[in-house]
């Protein structure tokens, strides 16, 4: 099974700073088998990027997803307050046994 | 956009089963996907339903204890686990996709306490 390994746990930053986020898989990844999701409280995960770095519909564009092999970036170009959230990577690269990571928490300073 | 609406909350006693539906607006070509969010945990795949082919995947995990199905004829899609235990407390999403996931239902939480 693929481990991934999100890091920092929790990131305190304040609206309109750049926030940046780490995803590394314990094995080489397809650099196209590679998601990333946002979650509030309360509320059902959204797809943020697939394909490591192709926004899904709907996503603004201060959101951009980057990596390959091991190690995957999401960036948040500029806070804004409905980004404060939790976000999780997530592998496809055997079909047969998906894995997230543990989450990143991204909460106002 | 496809739109998932699931069944509501449920308590259910240890040893017990449980059935949770999903009602998808359309199912066309899509699959559908089962995870679930323990409390305060992160996500976990528990399988897959491609209804339009009749084709069933299931995490090793959850082989065994959990059947996946889905009615063309409604777009519903279900997904059953037996032997219940404390740990499968959670909240049990679909969701569309087989790789990824898009859009998401509102969740189900389901409750398991003696």
């Known amino acids: 099974e693929i481990v991934l390994t999100q890091s920092p746990g929790t990131l305190s930053l304040s609206a309109g700073e750049r926030a940046t986020l780490s995803c590394r898989a314990s094995q080489r990844i397809s650099s196209i088998s590679l998601a990333w999701y946002q979650q509030t409280p309360g509320q059902a995960p959204r797809l943020l990027i697939y394909?490591?770095?192709n926004r899904a519909t709907g996503v603004p564009d201060r959101f951009s997803g980057s990596g390959s092999g091991t190690d995957f970036t999401l960036t948040i170009a500029r806070l804004e307050p409905d980004d404060f959230a939790v976000y999780y990577c997530?592998?496809?690269?055997?079909?047969?046994?998906?894995?997230f990571g543990g989450g990143t928490k991204v909460q106002s300073k | 956009q496809v739109q998932l609406v699931q069944s509501g909350a449920e308590a259910k006693k240890p040893g017990s089963s449980m059935k949770v539906s999903c009602r998808a607006s359309?199912?066309?070509?899509?699959?559908i996907t089962w995870l679930r969010q323990a409390p305060g945990q992160g996500l976990e795949w528990m399988g897959r339903?491609?209804?339009?082919?009749?084709?069933?995947n299931y995490a090793q995990k959850f082989q065994g204890r959990v059947k996946i199905t889905a009615d063309k004829a409604t777009n519903t899609a279900y997904m059953e686990m037996s032997s219940l235990q404390s740990e499968d407390t959670a909240v049990y999403y679909c969701?569309?996709?087989?790789?990824?996931?898009?859009?998401w239902g509102q969740g189900t939480l389901v409750t398991v306490s003696s």
């Open positions: 359309e199912f066309g070509s899509a699959t």
């Open positions: 394909g490591a770095s």
């Open positions: 997530q592998q496809y690269d055997n079909s047969a046994s998906l894995t």
């Open positions: 969701a569309r996709g087989r790789d990824w996931f898009g859009p």
């Open positions: 339903v491609i209804p339009i082919l009749n084709i069933v």
